[in-house]
């Protein structure tokens, strides 16, 4: 078994971002000396998430209002007790979806669905500057 350690970074335009970023992820995967295995991919920060969509114009409407109706901006948040910086919703929204998400691989090709792409949420209020950290394990 070896492991193989890569970063994509990218720039966000802020809350409400969706970035496909499969393509990059398949490119990585392809890039390394292993076939078969798993890659886990990594936000490090509280205010973004990684997860799976059907990258389409409607889900990309309905993921951020499921969002609202969950975790809504306009309600009082803790959190700006101690920062002031008015993304405590960005907090619990991150914590909701999660911070990693883990795909199988086989000669060297994702093992998604048919329309199944793996999507990075911004959900800070302000423009970032993102790192995913991909951690590949297999032979």
Do not use: C
């Not at 078969?36 to 990258?55: K, L, Q």
């Not at 405590?88 to 090709?109: C, D, Q, Y």
């Not at 994702?110 to 993102?130: P, S, Y």
């Amino acid at each position: 078994m070896k492991v193989e350690t890569r970063r994509i970074r990218f720039k966000t335009n802020g809350e409400g971002d969706i970035i496909n970023v499969t393509d990059k992820v398949e490119e990585v995967v392809e890039s390394v000396n292993l076939n078969n295995g798993i890659v886990t991919i990594f936000v490090p920060g509280s205010t973004g998430a990684i997860t799976t969509i059907e990258y389409e114009p409607g889900l990309l409407k309905d993921f951020p209002a499921m969002l609202e109706r969950i975790a809504p901006k306009n309600i009082y948040y803790r959190h700006e007790e101690m920062w002031h910086d008015g993304n405590g919703h960005s907090h619990v929204r991150a914590a909701l979806i999660g911070p990693s998400l883990t795909v199988p691989f086989e000669n060297k090709k994702l093992l998604l669905g048919t329309w199944q792409q793996i999507v990075f949420l911004e959900l800070d209020v302000r423009k970032r500057d993102r790192e995913l950290i991909l951690q590949i394990i297999g032979e």
